[in-house]
T-cell receptor, first 113, second 115 residues
């Protein structure tokens, strides 16, 4: 099915461990995004990539790094996980002008213990 | 900075009835877009409806419609003939026109449709 694919769907990490969340889209979208969703806070932008080869910080970038590997793939890395990074992470993609909204992945539930 | 406020954390409605979810936003932009997203228990974010700020006519998608009051910076969602499958978290979101394409989301309203 066309859309945005995120892996893994669930992950438990120990404090200090590292991991990479993977995201791929097959809609030929230029822009990709990483959001985190926390109870009572809606979704907040971590990083985005307006086009292949570019990345920019969003509202809550601390503790994260991203890589826009190619037009299809946009990964999010936690170098040293902290309990405050326990959250649900969403990847999304859109046309260059996102006036018609994003297409979201199904999310990754990450727990840091 | 843009802010989006959803003042109703939880709501419920009887099946087949009508419910309205509230959303207000604050911006100094003149060109922007407003959206409602639905998040069922599956966690998938699904676009429900969108509105361009320059259009006076309220958007409608089947049982879903909005009441867009630009001067009041209000963007409410009306769901008619509520169905059990409408049970979900609903997020209001703002996007300014121009570069960036960043969404600003409200904190969500959890809607339960009661059989």
């Amino acid at each position: 099915n066309a859309g945005v694919t995120q892996t893994p769907k669930f992950q438990v990490l120990k404090t200090g461990q590292s991991m990479t969340l993977q995201c791929a889209q097959d809609m030929n979208h230029n822009s990709m995004y990483w959001y985190r969703q926390d109870p009572g806070m809606g979704l907040r932008l971590i990083y985005y990539s307006a086009s292949e080869g570019t990345t920019d910080k969003g509202e809550v970038p601390n503790g994260y790094n991203v890589s826009r590997l190619n037009k299809r793939e946009f990964s999010l890395r936690l170098e040293s996980a902290a309990p405050s990074q326990t959250s649900v992470y969403f990847c999304a993609s859109s046309e260059s002008r996102a006036y018609y909204g994003y297409t979201f992945g199904s999310g990754t539930r990450l727990t840091v213990v | 900075a843009q802010t989006v406020t959803q003042s109703q954390p939880e709501m419920s409605v009887q099946e087949a009835e009508t419910v309205t979810l509230s959303c207000t936003y604050d911006t100094s932009e003149s060109n922007y877009y407003l959206f409602w997203y639905k998040q069922p228990p599956s966690r998938q974010m699904i676009l429900v409806i969108r509105q361009e700020a320059y259009k006076q006519q309220n958007a409608t998608e089947n049982r879903f419609s909005v009441n867009f009051q630009k001067a009041a910076k209000s963007f409410s969602l009306k769901i008619s003939d509520s169905q059990l499958g409408d049970t979900a978290m609903y997020f209001c979101a703002f996007m300014r026109g121009g570069p960036g394409n960043q969404f600003y989301f409200g904190t969500g309203t959890s809607l339960t449709v009661i059989p």
